[in-house]
């Protein structure tokens, strides 16, 4: 078995992504989405053509998490793939919702690109958005091998590292490296609101590197957290207690403990792979 | 008054940046530092000459900011300059330290040059490191207006854009922009020392960037915190008190309080300068 046809589900900034990289190999590509604007435009920026019924060999499911499970029992219903996959950026809540609502999880590949950008919607998109990045996968003790080996093309179709990984331990993981930061970096950003123009004329590089996620749709980004909610409040927790103590620290003048902080800082810092 | 000859008191990585930028005119440049290799190194990379005494237009300060006071008094002591200014990244904690000390306040222009890297000594210095950047300037009432004047024309040498605010002001907003932004970067990178392997191989640009200036060095961000701990205190209560009310929120399933944050967080993003 292998990828000749693909039906992309949901023509925004990932799905229209993965389908312009399949559209650079040999692959045939269709698109859906219940906004008849975004499709159109996924399809004008030459990401592939309009679905109209047919089996294909892979779905690929990109609409946001709380909707995964519903587009997936709508799917298998209608028997349109043999396999199929999400792009979800969490995974217990599709898979949950998913075994709530019926699906066959043996068709069913869970799964995750680590990739994105602060603008979304099919105009964003890009081919190489995947390039070199990790793209975890989920699959479950019922995921039938002949579903991961498919969807595991998918992955290297689209030029990214293919990562396997249990579902919760990749919520617990993404909450540590993309969904907490993801808050911090919007509370910076939003205790600008209240600085002076002087004082934002001073900003440099370093606070826009901080914040730049924060520019990150708020829509779609309440939805990921909610679906992340409980390992994100527990990181949230910490790193709020983290600040609180440096606050005191500094009021009382003990730089020791605002030293200590800063040098954790540093050795956190180098375990992020591309910094070693 | 221009400058001919300058004096880079402290050959690390803002003095010796300020000294190549001065090479690329034709301003003689003499460097001196307490640590004999830092010096060595920045005149192998053709920063300047070694200074062995004689009268200059302008002495450039660029130690820690709790040796600037000190280290203005000798130079003054000394007539080795007709102006003075420095580059530390807190200003007030410095002027009190040269009132307390009795220097001459006519020739000294508190600066602030709003540039850096996370490396720091003379070996990761760079004559455009300041090219485009705003540098604070923050005279007083007993400022001398010629000093001034010299010392926007050393901040036009540079490539940067003089701004003028108070020493009061300028600590408020750098703590802001800068100070406080770094404390939570930090906080964000030490969170990730407990994450696994699994857990950091999934992580993105995004993390790397939120954390980028964790990286800085610990020795010189504890004196720069602690020279401006209150107004940094401040700003990390206000910052813990967000996260642990979107942790609580995340609990509670309180979306719209969630999304309230991160749309405060699209807002303040768009004040920064460089993302309007």
């Given at each position: ?5 693909v ?5 925004g ?8 990289a399949?559209?650079?190999t040999d ?10 604007e975004?499709a159109?435009?996924?399809?004008e920026l030459?990401a592939g053509r ?22 997936l ?11 199929y ?5 969490v995974?217990?809540e599709?898979?949950?919702?998913a075994e709530?609502?019926g699906?066959?999880?043996?068709s ?9 950008r ?11 958005l ?7 996968l ?7 091998a002949?579903?991961v ?6 992955v ?6 293919a990562?396997?990984v249990a579902?919760?331990e ?13 808050v911090?970096?919007s509370?910076?950003a ?15 590089q ?5 914040t730049?996620?924060?520019a ?9 957290l ?5 390992a ?5 927790d910490r790193?709020?207690d983290?600040l609180?103590?440096?606050?005191s620290?500094?009021?009382s003048?003990?730089?020791?403990e605002?030293?200590?902080l800063?040098?954790r800082?540093?050795e956190?810092?180098?375990r992020?792979?591309?910094n070693?």
């Amino acid at each position: 078995m292998t990828i000749e046809k693909v039906l992309v589900v949901g023509t925004g900034l990932i799905g229209t992504s993965v389908a312009l990289a399949l559209r650079e190999t040999d692959v045939e590509v269709h698109l859906s989405d219940v906004d008849a604007e975004a499709a159109d435009l996924a399809r004008e920026l030459g990401a592939g053509r309009e679905w109209t019924g047919g089996e294909v060999d892979l779905a690929v499911i990109a609409v946001p998490p709380h909707l995964v499970g519903e587009r997936l029992a709508e799917l298998q219903k209608q028997e349109v793939a043999r396999v199929y996959t999400d792009v979800a950026s969490v995974k217990a809540e599709p898979i949950a919702d998913a075994e709530r609502l019926g699906c066959d999880l043996v068709s069913y590949v869970p799964g995750h690109p680590l990739a994105g950008r602060e603008r979304s919607g099919p105009a964003a998109a890009r081919a190489d958005l995947f390039s070199g990045r990790p793209w975890a996968l989920c699959p479950g003790s019922g995921t039938g091998a002949d579903a991961v080996r498919l969807v595991r093309e998918l992955v290297s179709l689209c030029g990214a590292k293919a990562v396997t990984v249990a579902a919760d331990e990749h919520d617990s993981a993404v909450a540590l490296v993309s969904h907490a930061p993801h808050v911090v970096a919007s509370a910076v950003a939003a205790s600008l609101a209240g600085g002076g123009d002087v004082a934002l004329s001073l900003s440099g590089q370093g606070l826009r590197d901080v914040t730049r996620i924060a520019a990150g749709n708020p829509v779609l980004w309440q939805r990921i957290l909610a679906g992340n909610a409980v390992a994100v409040a527990g990181l949230l927790d910490r790193i709020a207690d983290e600040l609180a103590a440096a606050a005191s620290a500094l009021r009382s003048g003990d730089l020791a403990e605002v030293a200590d902080l800063l040098w954790r800082g540093v050795e956190g810092h180098s375990r992020i792979p591309a910094n070693r």
